[in-house]
């Protein structure tokens, strides 16, 4: 079983920058990619960004130039660099892998 934990949610104002983490259990992250979603409440889980195994990304309009998706496979782990923040991305936030999901973590921010 794989498990993966979120870390580094919290609350911050609007204009603020949060780093989220996402450590993987074992080793699943070098061949495969990694994505964070998010779910704000009454809405569905959309994906913010995603890394390729060779470390491709892609992200969400509402988020580009603002966020950014990196990866330390030596640390099994994903990164969410989050800057300039808007209260419009308070939601929980996600990680994925393959099949797997994170217990997510919550990021509010205030205007």
């Known amino acids: 079983q794989v498990q993966l934990v979120e870390s580094g949610g919290g609350l911050v104002q609007a204009g603020g920058s949060l780093r989220l983490s996402c450590a993987a259990s074992?080793?699943?992250?070098?061949?495969?990619?990694m994505g964070w979603y998010r779910q704000a409440p009454g809405k569905q889980r959309d994906l913010v960004a995603s890394?390729?195994?060779?470390?491709?990304?892609r992200y969400a309009d509402s988020v580009k130039g603002r966020f950014t998706i990196s990866r330390d496979d030596a640390k099994n782990t994903v990164y969410l660099q989050m800057n300039s923040l808007k209260p419009e991305d308070t939601a929980v936030y996600y990680c994925q892998c393959k099949n797997y999901w994170g217990q997510g973590t919550q990021v509010t921010v205030s205007s």
């Open positions: 890394i390729g195994s060779v470390g491709f990304t």
């Open positions: 074992r080793s699943i992250f070098s061949a495969n990619s």
